[in-house]
């Protein structure tokens, strides 16, 4: 099936700090959607992309549908420590596989205060 | 309250029982679908439901069933359970497709022995 490639895998950083994340794919998407899980919790939508190009904001938080429809980033400003938690790209190719979503392997991220 | 519930939260069995994980939404979702999420792997799909009556393999669909009775109800059936499905769960919903936003459970911890 179609693979995500989402990096860095974990990241440790002060806060205050800015945060950049990106998956990469072997095939093209039609959306992309950005995931946060807190522990013990199931994931919660944060931001979700739907056109080539695409830039969309979300409070501190940003994530762009790149050109190729391959790739797309999400971007923290500012992190305190509630961003703490895994964060999670997932794509939908559409077509016949509108019903799969595939995700991203996840980002840790730890704050420190 | 708009929600996913799954039940149980936690069980530990054995190889061989069979055993059924419920999943019901009260948003009145067309869609449904079930992950396990594995250290390092992220959520991989294992069945979705594009509505009543309907539903098709994912990612990971071996030594799984579901069916989709009602529009609300996605039960996750493990007819032979192995220790390979020892994993988190978790259902989600949405309104249509994978291509939308979707809400996810709380995440069900199976342990099989």
């Known amino acids: 099936g179609q693979q995500l490639n989402q990096s860095p895998q974990s990241m440790f950083i002060q806060e205050g700090e800015d945060v950049s994340m990106n998956c990469t794919s072997s095939?093209?998407?039609?959306?992309w959607l950005w995931y946060k899980q807190d522990p013990g919790e199931g994931p919660v939508l944060l931001i979700a992309l739907y056109k080539a190009g695409e830039l969309t904001s979300n409070g501190r938080l940003t994530a762009q549908f790149g050109i190729t429809r391959k790739d797309s980033f999400l971007n923290i400003s500012a992190s305190i420590p509630s961003d703490v938690g895994i964060y999670f790209c997932?794509?939908?190719?559409?077509?016949?596989?509108?019903?799969?979503?595939?995700f991203g392997q996840g980002t840790i991220l730890t704050v420190h205060p | 309250e708009a929600q996913v519930t799954q039940n149980p939260r936690y069980l530990i069995t054995v190889t061989g029982k069979k055993l059924t994980v419920t999943c019901s939404q009260n948003m009145n979702h067309e869609y449904m679908s079930w992950y396990r999420q594995d250290p390092g792997l992220g959520l991989r799909q294992i069945y979705y439901s594009m509505n009543v009556e309907v539903t098709d393999k994912g990612d990971v669909p071996e030594g799984y069933k579901v069916s989709r009775k009602e529009k609300r109800n996605f039960p996750l059936i493990l007819e032979s359970p192995s220790p390979n499905q020892t994993s988190l769960y978790f259902c989600a919903s949405s309104l249509f497709d994978g291509n939308q936003p979707q809400h996810f459970g709380d995440g069900t911890r199976l342990s099989i022995l």
């Open positions: 095939s093209i998407f039609n959306t």
């Open positions: 997932a794509g939908n190719a559409g077509g016949t596989s509108y019903g799969k979503l595939t």
